[in-house]
């Protein structure tokens, strides 16, 4: 089974095996990133949080026990589906493609852990921050945490391997083109598999054009989930906000 080049990510993460491959991401430390964005950004109590790209909804739920009333959408149905059963009155999901609005506005439109860059096209890169643009109210923030391409090419790891639930998970990675690129191939239950990643190696003056573009304000850059200042050089995220 090997991903096609165009929208690698909707297939990829509808398989059980993206989950498994990611499934020791670092909880406490994006719960604390949480914590301290929701501080910063001063949310009204019981604020309205759009989670764009939520997968399985991890952090929407957890946004949901600080008091926000908070909706997840993601492109992938089977991640939504998942996600659904921990549905309450301020708390819902729903299959939806982040480049076109959400018919509903926010207090706030979180766009987490390089969940942006996927597309071939910059048009649709553009579409998706204007219509965070149209999903903000008049005192909404957008927010979007992004890795910091020019630090992650200088510390690449080329190749290695990663057991999990006793899969071996061979990743190369490498710049083409613009991308960041990782092939993923592991062999599973008698049956090889091969996907692959591919993140647009944005910087923050590709960023600062797309929001001039979409007619957004950058307000502010932090390079770590600490929020603490942005360094070209040294910060491991480029985590923005805007209006």
């Not at 960023?207 to 001039?212: G, K, N, S």
Request: with cysteine.
């Amino acid at each position: 089974m090997t991903k096609t080049k165009e929208k690698w990510y909707a297939s990829w993460f509808d398989t059980p095996y993206y989950h498994t491959l990611y499934k020791d991401r670092n909880n406490t430390e994006a719960q604390a990133f949480m914590d301290n964005l929701t501080n910063y950004l001063n949310l009204p109590e019981s604020g309205k949080i759009l989670d764009l790209a939520c997968g399985k909804g991890r952090y929407s739920i957890y946004l949901n026990t600080l008091g926000f009333d908070v909706t997840g959408i993601d492109l992938s149905e089977q991640s939504i589906l998942y996600a659904k059963q921990f549905e309450n009155d301020t708390l819902k999901f729903d299959v939806h493609d982040m480049t076109k609005p959400y018919p509903e506005t926010f207090d706030t439109v979180l766009n987490l852990f390089t969940s942006f860059g996927y597309f071939e096209t910059e048009e649709s890169d553009l579409h998706t921050i204007q219509s965070i643009k149209k999903e903000l109210n008049e005192f909404g923030f957008g927010v979007i945490d992004f890795m910091n391409s020019e630090y992650v090419i200088e510390n690449l790891v080329a190749e290695d391997i990663k057991t999990i639930d006793g899969i071996d998970f061979q990743q190369k990675r490498r710049i083409e083109n613009g991308y960041i690129i990782k092939d993923i191939s592991f062999k599973t239950d008698g049956e090889d598999f091969k996907f692959q990643e591919r993140v647009k190696a944005f910087t923050l003056k590709d960023f600062e054009i797309l929001f001039d573009k979409a007619g957004v304000d950058l307000l502010d850059v932090f390079g770590n989930y600490k929020l603490q200042r942005y360094d070209n050089k040294t910060s491991p995220r480029m985590i923005m906000i805007f209006k």
